[in-house]
T-cell receptor, first 118, second 111 residues
Framework: EAGVVQSPRYKIIEKKQPVAFWCNPISGHNTLYWYLQNLGQGPELLIRYENEEAVDDSQLPKDRFSAERLKGVDSTLKIQPAELGDSAVYLC????????????????FGPGTRLTVL | RKEVEQDPGPFNVPEGATVAFNCTYSNSASQSFFWYRQDCRKEPKLLMSVYSSGNEDGRFTAQLNRASQYISLLIRDSKLSDSATYLCVVNGEDSSYKLIFGSGTRLLVRP
């Protein structure tokens, strides 16, 4: 079974430029998450989707970050404009269902996109 | 205060050693607890869920102490391949599906 796919794996941009990350979750997984991970820290949730609906975006800096999951499958996370402090690894994860609670819904992570803003 | 706190380590142990990590969490309402493993420059992967009564998976044992709000992970007979960062994870206050990750404890197992 294919895992969570993310692209690109690496991205280097100059500050004030836009950047977009793409994620394709595991087939059949309704829930999709975007996380940000800084060096030496654990992942921090940016946004969670249930199908195409963003059900938790409280941690997403909406002045520069946006996300979409139009058909409830793959998703795009965008930053515009990027700032130096946005340099981090952006992880996408998916889990199979919304019922049963998190103990029964393991989150599977993709390999991440490592963003460097110069 | 961080919601999930861990000793960053590194814990440097010889092969065959037993090593234990602890983690404390601040939200007494948390109901779900996990240990994830993250290899260098790789994605986190679920190691094990932590149940109220404690649970064991091979060489790994996880314990939960709700009264003191801490979680532990014990690794017996350490292998070189156990070298990684171990992330303590609990669910967040406002959403049972929101996972709060600790910063991780780094383990180095030497020959």
């Amino acid at each position: 079974e294919a895992g969570v796919v993310q692209s690109p794996r690496y991205k280097i941009i100059e500050k004030k430029q836009p950047v977009a990350f793409w994620c394709n979750p595991i087939s059949g997984h309704n829930t999709l998450y975007w996380y940000l991970q800084n060096l030496g820290q654990g992942p921090e949730l940016l946004i969670r989707y249930e199908n195409e609906e963003a059900v938790d975006d409280s941690q997403l800096p909406k002045d520069r970050f946006s996300a979409e999951r139009l058909k409830g499958v793959d998703s795009t996370l965008k930053i515009q404009p990027a700032e130096l402090g946005d340099s981090a690894v952006y992880l996408c994860a998916s889990s199979p269902q919304t019922s049963g609670g998190p103990m029964y819904n393991e989150q599977f992570f993709g390999p991440g996109t490592r963003l460097t803003v110069l | 205060r961080k919601e999930v706190e861990q000793d960053p380590g590194p814990f440097n142990v010889p092969e065959g050693a037993t090593v234990a990590f602890n983690c404390t969490y601040s939200n007494s309402a948390s109901q779900s607890f996990f240990w994830y493993r993250q290899d260098c420059r790789k994605e986190p992967k679920l190691l094990m869920s932590v149940y109220s009564s404690g649970n064991e998976d091979g060489r790994f044992t996880a314990q939960l102490n709700r009264a003191s709000q801490y979680i532990s992970l014990l690794i017996r007979d350490s292998k070189l391949s156990d070298s990684a960062t171990y992330l303590c994870v609990v669910n967040g206050e406002d959403s049972s599906y929101k996972l709060i990750f600790g910063s991780g404890t780094r383990l180095l197992v030497r020959p």
